[in-house]
């Protein structure tokens, strides 16, 4: 453990305050970052896997970020009053692996538990740690996810933490950091720090820009950021453009070398997720132990500010039942942007973020009546995912996120990350299925159900009217992991009484009979094609029974099971997806067997 008396002296927006480390500070620094070369080396040699090269780069880069400009507790490290930082280049888990061995936090024997079966050690990192708000190693996700806890702490909390973000250069050509970047800029995130580790070497090759630093500046200043480029291995450099006034997003633009210490591989490719050998890890270990010098100077991270409001997510309900009325007409779009309303009403800690849709999705009734907590996040949907995610960080907001339907599979790696991380985060997609009709094929969100039924934590609503819908609203409020709510276009007759009591995996037999010949089960528009079937049927004596089964994920298997067995196995299901959506059919056979 890094401990020590002296508490460095911190200003956020320094310019002409700053103060130059002394050179105690500055050889501390270092030792620490050669430290986390140490660590890092030792880790990934015993593991047999790893990407040492990668943490190598970003050692001064760490140890100033952890030991001189982030405010944190390093024995609380979820801290709502904490800055926060977010690891988007995920392979170089080990380098903060190291940073909270230096801490005090993780022992390092923990941390040599890399790669192990029962370990939480993973080489990419995951949610499983208490200083790791969402797992990341899928590439350019990272910044997005730091604009939404920027955002909240800029205009939910209004506190002062800050948020930081470490990317590698290769990421860079990913266009979700983009879309990220224009997100920060618009809404004036001057609380964000993105640190770029510009060491040139990607996977298999050289990445575009390779070592062209002021390349990187013009880009970033073209997207309204200030950018710094600095010696990424240099702590004075470091300290001081991580000192800078803000008044903007900033972007530190750091040279780096990779594989910085390990003298075979600096700057060299074919070293990209290769551990070393042990006789070389050996000799490059006891290397750089002889670079880290004596120093009387032992590092705290500076203390947060205490000035967070306490946030309690916990009983999110809605004032009132459902006020429809039976045979009114509503769009379960139109439900859903009602019942978020209403829902904001109780709670001001709900959220609304949307893609340049909100008068198709009816977020847009959020919007008017809530404006301080809609989040316009334009045609940008990998973004809005990744923001949300943010926004729903450590328990901050209950946050939902909407767009067309058609328009999520654009953002499915996003989802995938944010099923990973155990974030909780409600999404709506509207226009639903072949109903859209006349928008074209495009427009038809066929595959959303295949799409979220493969999420682990993931619950599908499809809710047929406006009380369903809003109960589905209050369901997903309160119902862990990712939630997705699938509306429709047009309007639907309202089918259940305003004090219809739902949960998440229960159907709903909506029409049944003692003479019932089939079971048919529908959701959505289908639900009301299947209840004018059923209305047309009896005329010519045939009786079917009708199920709703409300949540597709998870199917409510015994109701349809049962129900089935009392029409002597004859099952139909009506669907408005891809075939590959909900497979009632394998489902019930599956289970009966």
């Not at 946030?311 to 139109?334: C, D, F, H, W």
């Not at 004018?532 to 029974?545: G, N, Y």
């Amino acid at each position: 453990m890094v401990s020590s008396s002296i508490v460095l002296n911190y200003s956020p927006g320094c310019g002409v305050d700053y103060h130059k480390p002394d050179q105690q500070t500055v050889q501390a620094l270092r030792n620490i970052a050669n430290r986390l070369r140490i660590h890092a080396i030792k880790a990934t040699t015993a593991a047999g896997n790893g990407h040492p090269t990668s943490c190598c780069s970003v050692a001064e880069i760490m140890s100033v970020l952890f030991f001189h400009t982030m405010r944190y507790r390093y024995d609380d490290p979820r801290n709502f009053n904490n800055d926060r930082f977010i690891l988007s280049k995920g392979h170089a888990a080990p380098a903060l692996y190291s940073m909270w061995v230096e801490a005090g936090f993780l022992k390092e024997s923990e941390m040599l538990s890399l790669c192990h079966v029962d370990s939480s050690m993973d080489i990419h990192s995951t949610h499983k740690h208490q200083f790791m708000d969402l797992a990341t190693g899928s590439l350019g996700q990272g910044l997005g996810v730091a604009c939404g806890m920027a955002y909240t702490g800029k205009y939910f909390d209004n506190s002062s933490y800050r948020v930081y973000c470490l990317l590698g250069d290769g990421e860079m050509s990913e266009g979700a950091v983009w879309e990220a970047m224009m997100f920060a800029s618009y809404y004036q995130l001057d609380n964000l720090v993105a640190i770029m580790d510009i060491n040139r070497l990607g996977q298999s090759d050289s990445a575009p820009l390779q070592h062209h630093v002021e390349k990187y500046q013009k880009r970033c200043e073209a997207f309204g950021w200030h950018a710094i480029i600095v010696d990424g291995h240099s702590v004075e450099e470091l300290c001081k453009a991580l000192s800078q006034a803000r008044h903007q997003p900033t972007a530190i633009i750091a040279k780096t070398i990779k594989g910085k210490g390990i003298p075979a591989a600096e700057d060299k490719l074919g070293w990209h997720a290769k551990p070393l050998p042990k006789d070389m890890a050996e000799m490059v270990m006891k290397d750089l132990q002889s670079r880290i010098m004596n120093s009387s100077k032992h590092l705290y991270p500076p203390a947060p500010m205490e000035d967070s409001p306490p946030v309690s997510l916990r009983n999110i309900r809605m004032p009132s039942a459902p006020s429809y009325k039976a045979g009114e007409k509503i769009s379960t779009r139109k439900a859903y942007g009602v019942a978020l309303a209403k829902l904001g009403r109780y709670n001001n800690r709900v959220v609304a973020l949307d893609g340049d849709t909100n008068n198709l999705t009816y977020s847009e009734i959020f919007k008017n009546e809530h404006p301080s907590r809609f989040v316009e996040c334009y045609i940008a949907q990998q973004n809005m995912v990744s923001v949300a995610m943010g926004c729903a960080a450590r328990e901050r907001n209950v946050v939902f996120a909407s767009t067309l339907s058609s328009f999520f599979t654009r953002a499915y790696d996003q989802l995938r990350m944010a099923a990973i991380s155990e974030s909780n985060i409600n999404v709506c997609g509207s226009h639903c299925g072949l109903s859209t009709g006349e928008e074209g094929p495009s427009l038809m969100g066929l595959e959303d159900v295949a799409m979220f039924r493969a999420l682990p934590t993931a619950t599908i609503f499809y809710p047929c009217d406006g009380v369903s819908t809003e109960k589905a609203v209050e369901l997903a409020a309160s119902t862990k992991g990712v939630c997705y709510i699938r509306t429709s276009r047009q309007d639907s007759a309202i089918i259940y009484n305003s004090n219809e009591d739902f949960h998440v995996g229960q159907a709903k037999v909506v029409s049944q009979g003692k003479e019932d010949q089939v079971t048919v089960v529908a959701a959505g528009v289908t639900l009301h094609e299947a209840l004018a079937a059923a209305e047309h049927l009896k005329k010519e004596r045939i009786s079917i029974r009708v199920i709703d089964p409300f949540t597709i994920k998870p199917l409510d298997v015994k109701t349809i099971m049962d129900n089935t067995r009392s029409t002597r196995g004859r099952l139909l299901t009506v669907e408005d997806h891809y075939y590959e959506g909900l497979h009632l059919r394998r489902s019930y056979c599956s289970a009966s067997t």
